[in-house]
Nanobody
Framework: QVQLVESGGGLVQAGGSLRLSCAAS????????MAWFRQAPGKEREFVVC????????YYANSVKGRFTISRDNAKSTVYLQMNSLKAEDTAVYYC????????????????WGQGTQVTVSS
């Protein structure tokens, strides 16, 4: 099991930036694939990005490619999501997720989830 705690959400104007953090504990951080998902009101939880445990493979959803960047600090057991050029449609609760396995864009592949952090982008 991996325990995950997100932070860094907030209110930002369109075009602005935010950086989310997700601190992990309970398992060797370098052994898990990390991902970010998001869920807007009334919508399904959707994939944003994943970063494989070996650091080689990173997948981004088309909707965020070129604007969002995932990174991880294994020494701090933390993964980050840098979000630039934010749009109103990026408004959602952002969830950090972890799995023991390769990168995946399917939420059902992830057994470990954080509590979520709200990101609101005003237009």
């Amino acid at each position: 099991q991996v325990q995950l705690v997100e932070s860094g959400g907030g209110l930002v104007q369109a075009g602005g930036s935010l950086r989310l953090s997700c601190a992990a504990s309970g398992r060797t951080f370098s052994s898990v694939t990390m991902a970010w998902f998001r869920q807007a009101p009334g919508k399904e939880r959707e994939f944003v990005v994943c970063h494989s445990r070996d650091g080689v493979t990173t997948y981004y959803a088309n909707s965020v490619k070129g604007r969002f960047t995932i990174s991880r600090d294994n020494a701090k057991s933390t993964v980050y999501l840098q979000m630039n050029s934010l749009k109103a449609e990026d408004t959602a609760v952002y969830y950090c997720a972890a799995r023991v396995g390769p990168g995946s864009n399917r939420r059902f592949d992830y057994a470990n989830w954080g509590q979520g952090t709200q990101v609101t982008v005003s237009s």
